[in-house]
Nanobody, 125 residues
Framework: QVEMVESGGGSVQPGGSLRLTCTWSNGIWGGHSVGWFRKAPGKAREGVAAITRADKIEYADSVKGRFTISRDNPNNIAYLQMDSLNFEDTGMYYC???????????????????WGQGTQVTVTS
């Protein structure tokens, strides 16, 4: 099992930026994909961005051009740079690790087996 830990959330005004960080504890995890998801009150969990070990990347349409995902494999870190934030970006953000090969899409929660506790992002004026 891989322990995922998110950080970097907070409150920001519309148009602002935040960078979320995800670290994982299992240094021997060769890993497949790392995904970022968010959950807003009253809404379903949404895949935001994901990146494979080979740096193939996928974004949700709602964040394309505003969010950037990256990963630093030697240091067990993944980032989600969020720019031009708006009210609809408010929610709890989770990172997740895919530990087993499967055929689910990169932004599908079923692809991922290990989840962090989340970090809250609030966009407020």
């Amino acid at each position: 099992q891989v322990e995922m830990v998110e950080s970097g959330g907070g409150s920001v005004q519309p148009g602002g930026s935040l960078r979320l960080t995800c670290t994982w504890s299992n240094g021997i995890w060769g890993g497949h994909s790392v995904g970022w998801f968010r959950k807003a009150p009253g809404k379903a969990r949404e895949g935001v961005a994901a990146i494979t070990r080979a740096d193939k990347i996928e974004y949700a349409d709602s964040v394309k051009g505003r969010f950037t995902i990256s990963r630093d494999n030697p240091n067990n870190i993944a980032y989600l740079q969020m720019d031009s934030l708006n009210f609809e970006d408010t929610g709890m953000y989770y990172c997740a690790a895919q530990s087993v090969s499967n055929y689910y899409g990169m932004l599908s929660p079923q692809r991922y087996s290990d989840w962090g506790q989340g970090t809250q992002v609030t966009v407020t004026s």
